[in-house]
């Protein structure tokens, strides 16, 4: 069985760190993390990045249009974009 954690996130750079902190602290690693993006500035990028250098594991940055508020789209994207 495989276990995918998918993140919501939109411009709020600093909460999605907090969140990979913790997600490097946890003793069993999920097999993949997912970050569903409602249309996030390139710093959010940047920092998905930076952590997907970081993880022993993949981490997907799916990434949408800012055309307003579409969370269900972002997060079912990343559903079905997942392995797990």
Known sequence: MKTSLIVTTYNWKEALDLVFRSISRQTELPDEVLIADDG?????????????????????????????????????????????
């Open 40 to 84: 996030s500035r390139d710093d959010t990028k940047e920092l998905i990045a930076h952590w997907a250098g970081r993880l022993p594991i993949p981490v997907k940055h799916i990434w949408q249009e800012d055309l307003g508020f579409r969370l269900a789209r972002s997060r079912n994207r990343a559903i079905a974009a997942s392995t797990g």
